[in-house]
């Protein structure tokens, strides 16, 4: 059963190069990939935050949006799905998205950037199938293309730069959210570990001789699915389907900052989102729960489902993301909690294994972001 499950997963297109660098490979989102290699994720964490790691994200879906009646009319459509600015979005530049649902929750968390003619976009791997159908179904007048022939690498980390630099010259004068296409390359200054890093989209041709190029430089070492999610954990990011979901509202998920003002209350083009009475309203007038980071005592992690209560007994929320921080040298957690418990300081209780453990609300992110302003 086992192999017939491995057989049904998608591959990657770097599949053989995982299994020949000794990764650990698991199902993950419909895909066969790389939980970790043989250095083990606290070393791969550890690796990415001092040099360079390289991760492969090609399950991601990759999607390009083409104007049937101009770029104003195509920034405007994909606009109305979400409640951040896309018409302010300059040429060259990335933003974090948002699509929401009718009730104010999160479809999907992407990435989308400006390309001047065109808008190039990035999404979950376990949403893109319904996000494609929810692009072409919202917005007719949009040409909406999956990309099925290129591989999304990341490289993330202080020593990405100079890693990058020598294979793509002048990828060192981007900033973060800048992308550019080098040639038949399309490479944004962005990640998802809170550190300095690129996203490269390469045709699938070139997948592989790009990622032995980059891996035959000492600062560059593979990284799986597990120190990915520990480092995006400690740089308080959300991970979609835990974190945030489509019974989650943006205000809730505390990212207001990815509202900007021009889709706010007395904004220019206030509203006209799905979900825009429930989080203009949340806005206003805060929601009635808040992700939070939260620090447990002691060493051991608080993970996903662990329920909270106030110091009195009653119960005040639950933990989304939870695991031993590497760089932090601690356990570390996030969760949502009744607003008048979400005060940075404010003392919890966190059940693990019938027992009530204190665990105390905490700022994030927990690791300082090394992002290139």
């Known amino acids: 059963m086992a192999d017939l499950e491995e057989q049904e997963l998608r591959l990657l297109g770097l599949d053989a190069l995982h299994d020949e660098l000794g990764g650990k490979m698991v199902p993950f989102a419909g895909y066969r990939m790389p939980v970790q290699y043989p250095d083990g994720v606290m070393k791969e964490h550890l690796h990415t935050r001092a040099a360079a790691g390289l991760f492969d994200v090609s399950h991601m879906g990759q999607v390009i949006l083409r104007p049937k009646a101009g770029m104003e009319a195509l920034k ?9 600015d896309v018409l302010g979005l300059a040429e060259g530049r990335q933003r974090y998205g948002l699509f929401t649902n009718d009730a104010g929750g999160i479809r999907d968390d992407l990435m989308f950037t400006n390309r001047g003619d065109h808008l190039y976009v990035v999404v979950n791997a376990a949403c893109k199938a319904d996000d494609i159908a929810h692009m072409t179904a919202m ?24 890693a990058l630099e020598a294979l793509l010259p002048g990828v060192g004068a981007m900033r973060f959210m800048d992308h550019r296409m080098i040639g038949d390359v399309w490479v944004s200054r962005s990640g998802y570990t809170g550190e300095d890093g690129f996203e490269i989209s390469v045709p699938d041709a ?21 120190a990915r999610d520990s480092l ?14 489509d019974g989650t509202s943006p205000v809730e998920a505390n990212l207001n900052w990815a509202i900007q003002k021009a889709r706010k209350a ?24 808040l992700r939070v980071g939260l620090r447990p005592e002691g060493r051991a992690p ?11 007994g ?14 932090v040298n601690a356990p ?42």
């Open 76 to 84: 405007l459509a994909f606009e109305a799905l979400m409640p951040v």
């Open 139 to 162: 917005m007719p007048g949009v040409s909406v293309e999956p990309v099925t022939d290129r591989a999304l690498l990341a490289l993330q980390g202080p020593g990405a730069e100079v």
């Open 232 to 245: 995006r954990l400690e740089a308080g990011l959300c991970l979609y389907g835990h974190d945030i979901d």
């Open 206 to 226: 070139q997948a592989e001789g790009l990622a032995r190029r980059l891996l035959a430089q000492a600062a560059v070492a593979p990284i799986g699915l597990g």
């Open 266 to 289: 007395g904004g220019a083009r206030e509203g006209g989102f799905p979900g825009a009475e429930r989080i203009l309203s949340e806005l206003a007038e805060g929601p009635e729960r």
């Open 314 to 327: 009653t119960p005040v929320g639950r933990v989304t993301s939870g695991g031993f921080g590497p760089s």
């Open 332 to 373: 570390i957690a996030m969760g949502y909690v009744a607003r008048a418990h979400a005060n940075v300081g404010t003392t919890l209780m966190g059940e693990v294994r019938g027992k009530r453990l204190p665990v105390t609300v905490t700022e994030l992110p927990f690791q300082p972001t090394t992002y290139k302003r």
């Open 302 to 312: 608080m993970r996903e489902g662990v329920e909270l209560f106030a110091e009195d």
